[in-house]
């Protein structure tokens, strides 16, 4: 059953009826489910309820506080302008995905998480391949594996030789015997794939979302109030609303909403999409706006469910929107619109390539 209305997507994405389990019977599973709580391609917590959610979760919440992700936006101020630096050095036009959208918040995820940033060919590679709606469930399947792999020989590096990062955490919990290996390597995929995948989608997306709009391009690139810029990427996270895999949930028991019946057993689909676009909310939805509050959008999800990862999205977001419009102020597509490569074949939109020139 497909949900509409933000209202009623707010009022569910709260509601403990609702089951998050993918091994439940009438989960809408967007790919064959591969059996059992322990499968690989089961993405941790993500797919549990409490109170093993919220145990797992925790674990690993603490690295996403506010406080912390506010202490690396100088680290990630150095980051995009490095990235920026390189661009310019080089041929025109360049391809904006390749030279700063993809490799900014890999290398954020990668030192957070404690992942060699050397690999990003190979979890980049494979992420897209778990994304792609395009791939056969075995080609998922073996991209699945191919992170977990790479993610519970980390673990195994960690348990060895600790560091100062997220999986070095995990593997200290597993010595606890409060964590299994396959769970912190399970835990290490989640982390890995969503924290470089949206955030690269958003900022490709996002910068083309501006250029052709130049009006509002300039409210950010002019900003000097920093709360000008994030309320404008609370728009553009309204406006694109790139994650169109819809929340999946089943119905652990009837439920009553706007006047029908969501039966026991049921798959729910919530599609954050259109809640995004609901008038009653937010008024001339397809209109871009960034002075408009867009702040109970609901791209990051609701509930207990909702993103963990939204504060580092957000902190890099406001980096770089910024950071690109005021160092490369002749910046232009290279291309046609028609020309460009969309993600039509991926649950989370975006550009397979963004060609630009200065």
């Known amino acids: 059953m497909p949900v509409i209305g933000h209202a009623e997507q707010k009022q569910l994405l709260g509601d ?14 967007p790919v064959p489910h591969t059996g059992g709580k322990q499968a690989v391609t089961d993405l941790s917590f993500v797919g549990m309820d409490d109170p093993e959610h919220a145990r797992l979760r925790r674990m690993v919440s603490g690295a996403f506080a506010i406080r912390r992700i506010e202490a690396m936006r100088p680290s990630v101020q150095r980051m995009v302008d490095d990235f920026i630096d390189r661009m310019l050095a080089g041929p025109k036009p360049a391809d904006l995905v390749q030279a700063l959208a993809l490799p900014v918040p890999s290398l954020v995820i990668s030192e957070l998480l404690g992942v060699p940033y050397a690999d990003h060919d190979f979890f980049q590679t494979n992420s897209k ?68 995948e949206t955030t690269a989608n958003m900022i490709s997306l996002g910068t083309l979302l501006l250029l052709q709009h130049p009006d509002q391009l300039a409210l950010v690139r002019d900003a000097e109030d920093p709360k000008v810029v994030a309320s404008a990427v609370e728009e553009m996270l309204r406006y694109l609303s790139i994650v169109h895999l819809g929340r999946r949930r089943t119905a652990l028991e009837d439920i009553e909403i706007a006047g029908h019946t969501i039966r026991a057993g049921e798959g729910v689909i919530l599609l954050g999409e259109l809640a995004n676009r609901d008038p009653s909310v937010f008024p001339d939805p397809d209109r871009l706006d960034l002075t408009r509050d867009a702040r109970h959008h609901q791209a990051f999800g609701l509930g207990t469910h909702h993103c963990l990862g939204q504060p580092l999205a957000r902190m890099e977001l406001q980096v770089v929107y910024p950071t690109v419009l005021r160092r490369v102020p002749t910046l232009r597509v290279a291309a046609g619109l028609d020309e460009l490569p969309f993600k039509h074949d991926a649950v989370i939109y975006g550009l397979h390539a963004l060609p630009v020139t200065w």
Do not use: C, W
């Open 129 to 196: 391949a778990i994304v792609s709606s395009a791939v056969t469930p075995e080609e998922r399947q073996a991209a699945h594996l191919n992170l977990h792999g790479y993610l519970d020989h980390l673990v195994g590096e960690k348990l060895a030789h600790p560091g100062d990062d997220l999986l070095s955490g995990l593997a200290e919990r597993i010595g606890a015997g409060e964590l299994t290996r396959h769970q912190a390597a399970t835990m290490g995929v989640l982390l890995l794939l969503g924290g470089h």
């Open 16 to 29: 403990a009826r609702l089951s998050a389990d993918f091994s439940n019977p009438g989960f809408p599973s």
